[in-house]
């Protein structure tokens, strides 16, 4: 599976929007990109995934470049409760069947009240 | 559904003891993952089993690391001699994923914080 860069961390304050990116430059055209996050003292939870549409879902929005080589996740309204640790991660369906993920180091997230 | 389960939730042990960490997926979840994490190298897949079947394990650091799915409720990490370096956080997840599918949505628990002394 591709590598994926993320800043190590952001911050947002609460109520205002949240957008963040995820460069992928080496994505395959058969990976799909997904995306988890990590409250603290948690364990991982699923957020978003898609190909080359954008998508939308009840906890937020991925917004994926026409070439595929960046994407953004976008939290609409950001809550204290978002403030986590969100990973970019790619993965292609065809030859890691197994459902695998590979963990990057993440972006922060901090939320100011 | 009470989510994947994990136990202990915390272990203290010393140095060359044995440690056993437990894992009961989610009911019809055919995949079960193990992972690490440690500040230094961030969250880690050790291995995954496929209907009880282990699929990959070649992010299990050494042979002091096993692991075990003898039905599809129950899989255990043990670690034999344990070290002060395996102190870390440890995860299971499961996954209802089919093979192939691009969906691929794990559901993690909440953790086991080992430290060894």
């Known amino acids: 599976d591709a590598k994926t860069t993320q800043p190590n961390s952001m911050e947002s304050n609460e109520e205002e929007p949240v957008h963040l990116p995820c460069n992928h430059s080496t994505i395959s055209g058969t990976d799909y990109i997904h995306w988890y996050r990590q409250l603290p003292s948690q364990g991982p939870e699923y957020v978003i995934h898609g190909l080359t549409s954008n998508v939308n879902n009840r906890m937020a929005s991925l917004a994926i470049a026409e070439d595929r080589k960046s994407s953004t996740l976008i939290l609409h309204r950001a809550t204290l409760r978002d403030a986590a640790v969100y990973y970019c991660?790619?993965?292609?369906?065809?030859?890691?069947?197994?459902?695998?993920?590979?963990f990057g180091q993440g972006t922060e997230l901090s939320v100011k009240p | 559904d009470a989510g994947v389960i994990q136990s202990p939730r915390h272990e203290v042990t010393e140095m060359g003891q044995e440690v056993t960490l437990r894992c009961k997926p989610i009911?019809?979840?055919?995949?079960l993952f193990w992972y690490r994490q440690t500040m230094m190298r961030g969250l880690e897949l050790l291995i995954y089993?496929?209907?009880?079947?282990?699929?990959?394990d070649s992010g299990m650091p050494e042979d002091r690391f096993s692991a075990k799915m003898p039905n599809a409720s129950f899989s255990t990490l043990k670690i034999q001699p344990s070290e002060p370096r395996d102190s870390a956080v440890y995860f299971c997840?499961?996954?209802?994923?089919?093979?192939?599918?691009?969906?691929?949505?794990?559901?993690f628990g909440p953790g086991t914080r080992l430290t060894v002394l």
């Open positions: 997840a499961s996954s209802p994923l089919t093979s192939g599918s691009p969906y691929n949505e794990q559901f």
């Open positions: 009911s019809g979840h055919d995949y």
């Open positions: 089993f496929n209907n009880n079947v282990p699929i990959d």
């Open positions: 991660i790619l993965r292609d369906p065809l030859k890691n069947q197994g459902g695998k993920l590979i």
